[in-house]
């Protein structure tokens, strides 16, 4: 499997458009009829503000729940852990399989809503 993540503001887009939505804990495709994936709160670490990076944090991306055993405190697009103050991107992190079709692999259709997914995702990051 394979995680992506998905920063916040793109899902804020995609829901002014329509396209997808973060609903109970799953990100729902508009595109594909409602299809629901698994998604759990996360961020990326852009860069260290103050402090040491002692657990190698920047440009890595970290779950709620990995943060809570750090005993980080996320306050909008800070993250504190101990004395160390980091810059992130909120977001949410799924996984799709990692055989998922790449964007620059556009003559071949995806096979499944997975597949579907991956590649909608895929290019919209990109």
Known sequence: ???LFLPQSQL???ALADKADVRDGRLVVMAEGGTAFAVSPAVHFLQ???G???HGLVAKVKTEEQLSRLGAEQ???SVLVGESAYE???G???EVPSGAPKPEAAGKKPDSET???AAFLLNKMG
């Open 48 to 50: 260290l503000v103050s």
């Open 1 to 3: 499997m394979t995680k």
């Open 75 to 77: 306050m909008a697009d």
């Open 52 to 54: 040491e990076d002692t």
């Open 88 to 90: 992130v991107v909120p």
């Open 12 to 14: 804020e887009e995609w």
């Open 115 to 117: 597949d579907l997914l």
């Open 92 to 94: 949410y992190v799924t």
